[in-house]
């Protein structure tokens, strides 16, 4: 009975793009409640224009500690002179239904300004009903001034549908400082068309040179995350967890590399 609770519930949402809003694709970043500034990896680019650090980054998490609800996310990201180039993808797999995202972003450096963009193939299918795919673009600008940073973007630009259901498009802002030697102060607000403001709010801090820690709050909806990554020579072990109001934590692991 709670799988067929939570299958009903994700099919409502009609699309990976709101779960994973929930439940973001990598450990810090749901560690972090989505806020990209603070997790600050590769997979930033799945749910924003903003292909950030050269390197690959996975993840893996069972939503809602559902076994029946694998999730699986890659994503790699490298550098051109001022351009960043990035690629990734998401999977929900289940005999049921199943959703994968693929991403594929640039941004260009001009210096206190980046301006960025992400093309999404979304690709859906559910058991005995139908299959759908559509294609999806995010774009944004990046501002910085240390110790400073902010991001503005919009998601879901084309306003496609899928499943007969149109993709609401949303406005996402975040703003990132350190305010002491190793840890930076984040806040994002998110409006999407129908439904009030989504603040959110975390902290990362880097309390030895291979050990960081993130913890975050999330209003509307009501949700803690909280995470760690170690870092060992070029290469990361990262996990992160979310509360959910009503159901169970989603825990998230994952392993990444720098390139650089």
């Known amino acids: 009975m709670p799988f067929l609770i939570i299958l009903l519930f994700l099919l409502g949402m009609q699309s990976l793009g709101a779960v994973a809003e929930s439940i973001p694709p990598s450990p810090l970043l749901t560690a972090s409640c989505g806020i990209t500034l603070l997790a600050d990896d590769p997979s930033a680019l799945l749910v924003s224009p903003f292909p950030e650090n050269a390197g690959v980054q996975t993840g893996f998490t069972q939503l809602y500690g559902l076994s ?20 990734g993808a998401v999977h929900l797999d289940h005999p049921l239904y199943t959703e994968t995202q693929i991403s594929a972003a640039i941004s260009y450096d001009m210096g206190a300004v980046k301006p960025a963009v992400v093309m999404r193939v979304l690709r859906s299918a559910a058991q005995g009903y139908r299959r759908d795919s559509i294609l999806l673009l995010d774009a944004g600008l990046q501002y910085q001034m240390p110790p400073v940073i902010s991001r503005l973007w919009l998601s879901n630009i084309t306003q496609k549908e899928i499943f007969d259901q149109s993709l609401p498009v949303q406005l996402n802002w975040e703003l990132a400082a350190e305010v002491l030697p190793q840890a930076i102060l984040g806040v994002s607000l998110e409006k999407e068309e129908g439904f009030d403001f989504s603040l959110r709010i975390g902290s990362r801090y880097q309390v030895l040179k291979p050990l960081l820690l993130v913890a975050s709050y999330q209003y509307q909806p009501n949700r803690l995350g909280a995470g760690m990554e170690v870092t060992l020579g070029k290469i990361r072990v990262s996990y992160g967890l979310q509360s959910h109001s009503q159901l169970e934590l989603t825990h998230c692991i994952g392993v990444g590399c720098a390139m650089h």
């Open 68 to 87: 029946q609800l694998p999730r699986y996310s890659i994503a790699a990201t490298t550098s051109r002179k001022r351009y960043r180039l990035g690629v």
